[in-house]
C-alpha cells in the first residue's frame, strides 16, 4: 500500500476535484433495493414491536455500549432479530422522490448498503446466510451450507467470536446508488453510513439485554 494514499484520496475528493454528477446529466436514477434473488426461501419476520425490550433510556444505552467479543450461548428469538434489523435498515417509507427514509441517516437519503446475516442462534431459524429484504422486511436464504460460518469467520481474519454470536451482520454496498448522487466522493459517505448503522446496532442491543462489536 502506498504510503499517503488515506491523505490523497481526502484531497482529490474534495467540491472542487468533482465531475459532474450523474443525476446532475439526469441520467437514471438507480433501483433503491436489489431485487430478491431467483432462488432461496423467503421467510416473513415478525413485527419488530413485539420484541421484549427494555425500557433503558438513551442516555443509559449510550453509557452502557461497549465492544463486547465473549457471548453467551442464549439464542436470539426471530422478534429480536426482527428488531434489530428494522432498527439498523428498516424503511418507515419510500417516498416518491424515489428514496427510502430509514430508522438510520444516509447521506441524500442514498442509503446504499445491503444486509445480510450470518445466523448461528435464532430461534426457529436455521443456521446459514441470508439477506435482509428491508422494504419488504423480509429474510431470504442465501446460502445453507454446514461450513458457511467457517468460511465468513476465515474472511473475517479468523475472529472466533463470530463462531460464537448468535447473529453476524455484514453490510455489502451498491456503490453507484451513493455515486450517481456524489460521485467519487460517496466514498467519503458510504464510510460515514456505516458508522450510523453501526451506532445503531449499539444501541439497540442495549434494549434487548445484548453485546455488539462492531
Known amino acids: 500500500m502506498m504510503k499517503g ?11 472542487i476535484f468533482l465531475d459532474t454528477t450523474d443525476q446532475i446529466q439526469r441520467l437514471p ?3 433503491l433495493a436489489i431485487p430478491s434473488y431467483e432462488k432461496g426461501r423467503i421467510i416473513d419476520l415478525p413485527n419488530p414491536e413485539t ?4 425500557n433503558i433510556s438513551i442516555s443509559d444505552a449510550i453509557n452502557r455500549r461497549v465492544s463486547v467479543r465473549a457471548y453467551s450461548k442464549k439464542s436470539l428469538s426471530l422478534a429480536e432479530l426482527s428488531y434489530v434489523l428494522w432498527c439498523t435498515q ?3 417509507e419510500v417516498t416518491t422522490r424515489p428514496a427510502t427514509q430509514r430508522t438510520v441517516p444516509s447521506a441524500g437519503a442514498r442509503h446504499c448498503f445491503e444486509a445480510y446475516i450470518l ?4 430461534e426457529d431459524l436455521p443456521p446459514g446466510l441470508y439477506r435482509y429484504l428491508a422494504i419488504d422486511h423480509k429474510l431470504q436464504e442465501v446460502n445453507m451450507d454446514e461450513d458457511i460460518a467457517q468460511k465468513i469467520t476465515k474472511a473475517c481474519l479468523d475472529q472466533r467470536f463470530i463462531l460464537n454470536s448468535a447473529i453476524t451482520m455484514i453490510l455489502t454496498a451498491v456503490r453507484y446508488r451513493m ?5 467519487e466522493r460517496g466514498y467519503r459517505y458510504m464510510h460515514l453510513d456505516a458508522g450510523h448503522v453501526m451506532q445503531n446496532l449499539y444501541l439497540c442491543a442495549e434494549a434487548i439485554d445484548s453485546g455488539v462489536c462492531a
Open 119 to 122: 445466523v448461528n442462534n435464532v
Open 29 to 31: 436514477q438507480p433501483p
Open 90 to 92: 428498516g424503511v418507515k
Open 5 to 15: 494514499q488515506g491523505h490523497e484520496f481526502m484531497e482529490k475528493t474534495k467540491y
Open 179 to 183: 455515486m450517481w448522487r456524489y460521485t
Open 51 to 54: 420484541a421484549k425490550t427494555s
